[in-house]
């Protein structure tokens, strides 16, 4: 599952160039071309990073970040704000608000790569190995463990576990599920979430160990020990 990104960026030119190569590097990246989508977009998709641009035509790219920190649901996606200006008080405002990291205009890809890359690292979202509650998901040799057991998951089930670990004790809903783990552009009924959780969770508490996938009533799923 590769890291997904979302470009808040009034200049299409500068979005399509930037969409491509992050592309090409192994990124899946959606782009809103104005404030009000991006704010959507971030709470609808929970992406794992988001690049905001400075000046957007309707909201200050700041008072966007200010909105993405402020709520619970998108308070930890590391943000990068993008300038065109370089002063030092931009720098610090953009901070000020939250943002994680701040990129000076024009900027090379390969620099703001890095940056993307580095963020990753630091929010956790990176790792090879993710752990919460005594699950433990390795990216690289895809072997689950809880509580020291191997878990045998199918393709599907690993996924939705990997989707979680991002974000413990988070909630989902189905339509993110199905956004996240099967990709937006295939139709999947809402009901095979339903039947994947349950295999989730059936192998996830094998031996008896305590539930630990919630199930919130018209809300969705979370990975939470308090199940
Ligand atoms: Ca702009």
Not at 153 to 167: D, I, V, Y
Not at 187 to 192: A, L
Not at 194 to 216: C, P, Y
């Amino acid at each position: 599952m590769n890291p997904f990104i979302l470009i808040i960026e009034d200049e299409m030119a500068q979005a399509q160039i930037l969409q491509y190569n992050l592309e090409a590097d192994g990124f899946d990246v959606k782009h809103a071309a104005n404030a009000e989508d991006g704010i959507f977009i971030a709470q609808e998709e929970v992406p794992d990073l988001i690049i905001l641009d400075w000046m957007l035509p309707d909201m200050a790219g700041i008072e966007v970040c200010r909105q993405i920190k402020s709520k619970a649901s998108t308070r930890d996606i590391p943000v990068i704000m993008l300038t065109a200006r370089g002063a030092e008080e931009d720098k610090v405002r953009g901070l000020s608000v939250g943002a994680d990291d701040y990129v000076v205009k024009p900027h090379s890809i390969k620099e703001l790569i890095a940056r993307i890359r580095a963020n990753l690292r630091k929010s956790g979202l990176d790792d090879i190995e993710m752990n919460y509650g005594g699950v433990s998901l390795n990216t690289e040799t895809h072997r689950v463990k809880r509580d020291g057991d191997n878990v045998k998951l199918g393709p599907t089930e690993f996924k939705l576990l990997q989707t979680f670990l991002k974000r413990p004790q988070r909630v989902f809903s189905r339509t993110q599920l199905l956004d996240m783990v099967w990709g937006a552009d295939i139709y999947v009924d809402e009901r095979t979430v339903d039947v994947h959780i349950g295999r989730l969770r059936k192998a996830l508490n094998k031996g008896d160990k305590d539930n630990i996938i919630r199930t919130i009533r018209g809300a969705g799923y979370a990975l939470d020990v308090d199940a």
